[in-house]
Nanobody
Framework: QVQLVESGGRLVQAGGSLRLSCAAS????????MGWFRQAPGKEREFVAA????????LYADSVKGRFTISRDNAKNTVYLQMNSLKPEDTAVYYC?????????????????WGQGTQVTVSS
């Protein structure tokens, strides 16, 4: 059974940094793209970042470009999201997900497996 477990979310002041981790188990996902999404209170879940199976290519939402960095360690079945220069509008539950293929996508419907999420709160 595939399981994704996110960690690293917490309360942080604006301008601070956080590193989220997502550990996958129940399979080998080195051939799949992976991504991060977030959902703020009262809003729909939105794309944040994605990384191709090899880690060589990444994709970011415009709202986080230049501040967030996605990376992965296939040996550990883990994907990371380094978040710098955090803003109050980054407050959300952050979810990691595994794509159905090795290619990048921002479409949530093309991601097969999802974690339970980790809360990130940025205070002003």
């Amino acid at each position: 059974q595939v399981q994704l477990v996110e960690s690293g979310g917490r309360l942080v002041q604006a301008g601070g940094s956080l590193r989220l981790s997502c550990a996958a188990s129940g399979g080998t996902f080195s051939s799949r793209a992976m991504g991060w999404f977030r959902q703020a209170p009262g809003k729909e879940r939105e794309f944040v970042a994605a990384i191709i199976w090899s880690g060589s290519t990444t994709l970011y939402a415009d709202s986080v470009k230049g501040r967030f960095t996605i990376s992965r360690d296939n040996a550990k079945n883990t994907v990371y999201l380094q978040m710098n220069s955090l803003k109050p509008e980054d407050t959300a539950v952050y979810y990691c997900a595994i794509h159905r293929s090795r290619y990048l996508s921002t479409n949530q419907d093309t991601f097969d497996y999802w974690g339970q999420g980790t809360q990130v709160t940025v205070s002003s």
